[in-house]
């Protein structure tokens, strides 16, 4: 499957099938800084991803001091 | 994963509360949260007039959304903060929401207003961008609201926002900024009411309303921000809160309800000391020798290369 990722941009293929969470740890990235997003629609950690399938990991993290 | 409320697929989990929810449930659930923050701390009355300040991000473009599904009618503040081509984006999705709701959005631009840019006031005064940026956004925002007559300033930040904010003031012992970190900061003399609705929606919710509800938003981070100290406490609460969910929230809602009240004598001792800036006129410390001058227009000076024009009587 396509992952994408930002800051910065970039692009991986990750071998499916494997459900979100897997995804998840494999790429080290903390589920509550991220959405999930597949093919437009979001997912939760439990959903089963697959080959054809084109993923974007969302960070949520955002802003400077106060 | 089903939806806790009506059993439908989930599109969300939250693990602090042990549940996933619908696009319609969570839909519902956010905006509960927002009006039981807004009811509980008496953020807004009837017939009152409501800014929000955005910044084409997902908490204050959610925000705007939240307020008006509520039935709060509320126009928007866009500041232009100068800092390349990630203002001159931030400006079309803060530009591109109001369009599309047939919403007001005052524009106020640090350049053409006050003659420099983050960049250049963070070199000019010698601060952290961050902390130039903060600055310039809380004297904009207040003079914005009370010049054009607003009784609230509504702001997005979030659960994870004030949790940093709290961690890195507890970190120093810092009182009187633990003193002011509060829902509502009340209307003074020179201050307009200022209002945190989303205290009780962490941000990876609000990124989840946005993305649900279509709202277009900028989601690159601030260029000056990458690897500043309060991201880097998010980070830290975020690998807490993966090993016990819900700390973020206890930690925050603890401290509202049993120690901030404590500290609270530090913020009238010192909003009783502010006298009016000798050349804005906004409230700012008194200093033993001299006019005071806020900090907002000491920055500006060095920043554009002329002497503070003193223009009010103290």
């Known amino acids: 499957m396509k992952v994408l990722l930002r800051n910065p941009k970039r692009e991986l293929d990750v071998r499916a099938p494997k459900n979100v969470g897997q ?23 439990d959903e089963h991803l697959h080959d054809d399938d084109v993923v974007e990991i969302r960070p949520v993290m955002s802003g400077g001091a106060q | 994963m089903k939806c806790r409320r009506c059993g439908d697929p989930a599109v969300i989990d939250l693990r602090r509360h042990n549940a996933g929810f619908c696009r319609e449930c969570f839909l519902r659930y956010a905006r509960e949260q927002v009006r039981r923050a807004i009811d509980e701390h008496a953020m807004v009355g009837a017939g009152e007039r409501v800014l929000v300040a955005v ?38 999705y803060a530009r591109g929401f109001a369009t599309r709701h047939d919403l007001k959005l005052i524009e106020v631009d640090l350049v053409d207003t006050y003659g420099f840019d983050i960049p250049g006031g963070s070199r000019a005064a010698k601060r952290a961008p961050c902390s130039a940026c ?16 607003y009784d609230v300033l509504a702001t997005g930040h979030n659960l994870d926002d004030e949790a940093a904010v ?27 009411r200022k209002v945190k609705p989303l205290i009780r ?47 973020k929230a206890a930690f925050l809602n603890h401290f509202f309800d049993r120690a901030q009240p404590r500290f609270a004598d530090e913020v009238t001792e010192a909003r009783a000391d502010l006298r009016p800036c000798a050349s804005c006129g906004a409230p700012t410390p008194s200093t033993p020798d001299g006019e005071p001058v806020c900090a907002f227009c000491r920055m500006q000076a060095r920043a554009v290369g002329k002497p503070i024009s003193l223009q009010v009587a103290p």
């Open chain 2, 166 to 192: 709290l961690f890195g003031n507890v970190l120093r012992w810092e009182t009187e900024y633990l003193g002011r970190q509060q829902p509502v900061l009340a209307a003074a003399p020179g201050f307009v």
């Open chain 2, 55 to 92: 910044s084409g991000g997902k908490d204050s473009l959610g925000l705007w959304h939240m307020l008006l599904a509520l039935d709060i009618d509320a126009d928007g503040l866009y500041v232009g903060l100068g800092i390349d081509e990630y203002s001159d984006e931030s400006a079309q």
């Open chain 2, 201 to 247: 929606i962490s941000e990876r919710e609000m990124a989840a309303y946005c993305v649900l509800t279509g709202i277009d938003y900028i989601v690159e981070e601030c260029p000056m921000a990458v690897g500043n100290r309060h991201l880097g406490y998010k980070e830290l609460l975020n690998q807490l809160e993966e090993r016990s969910p819900g700390s």
């Open chain 1, 23 to 45: 995804l998840l740890r494999e790429l080290e990235v903390v589920p509550e800084s991220v959405l999930v997003i597949r093919n437009d629609t979001l997912v939760t950690h």
């Open chain 2, 134 to 149: 903060g600055l310039s956004k809380r004297h904009v925002f207040n003079d914005a609201a009370i010049t054009n007559g």
